[in-house]
C-alpha cells in the first residue's frame, strides 16, 4: 500500500550534519505515522525518532534528543531526518518506516511498512 524509498546517507567527519529522506508512493501517506530506525553492526535494530501522521507530536529516543529533528512534508511525500552532531556512535544503517492509523509505535514491530535503508557513517 506503501512503498518507501531512503536516500541522503553517506560519509561524514564528528560534529557534522546530514539530512535523510524518505520518499513515500502511495495516496494515503498523511494517514500513516512514520519512523526512522537504525541497525549498527552486531547489534539489534534500535528506534531513533517517530512522527504522527499530521507532524504534531514526535517522539525521540535519548540518545538522539536535542541532536536529531524529525519532519514531514505530507504534500511531498515526504518524510526526513535532520542529524546534526553527529558521533561515530550513530554510525549505523537507517531505515524508515510506516505504520497506518493515530498510533504512532515506538517499536520497530508496530510497524508495517520497511524501506530498504541507507548507510551513514560518521569518522573520529
Known amino acids: 500500500q506503501v512503498q518507501l524509498v531512503e536516500s541522503g546517507g553517506g560519509l561524514v567527519q564528528a560534529g557534522g550534519s546530514l539530512r535523510l529522506s524518505c520518499a513515500a508512493s502511495?495516496?494515503?501517506?498523511?494517514?500513516?505515522?512514520m519512523g526512522w530506525f537504525r541497525q549498527a553492526p552486531g547489534k539489534e535494530r534500535e528506534f531513533v525518532a517517530a512522527?504522527?501522521?499530521?507532524?504534531?507530536?514526535?517522539y525521540y529516543a535519548d540518545s538522539v534528543r536535542g541532536r536529531f529533528t524529525i519532519s514531514r512534508a505530507n504534500a511531498e511525500n515526504t518524510v526526513y531526518l535532520q542529524m546534526n552532531s553527529l558521533k561515530p556512535e550513530d554510525t549505523a544503517v537507517y531505515y524508515c518506516?510506516?505504520?497506518?492509523?493515530?498510533?504512532?509505535?515506538?517499536?520497530?514491530?508496530?510497524?508495517?511498512?520497511w524501506g530498504q535503508g541507507t548507510q551513514v557513517t560518521v569518522s573520529s
Open positions: 518506516a510506516a505504520r497506518f492509523g493515530i498510533v504512532v509505535p515506538r517499536t520497530d514491530s508496530g510497524y508495517e511498512h
Open positions: 502511495g495516496r494515503t501517506f498523511s494517514s500513516y505515522a
Open positions: 512522527i504522527s501522521r499530521g507532524g504534531a507530536s514526535t
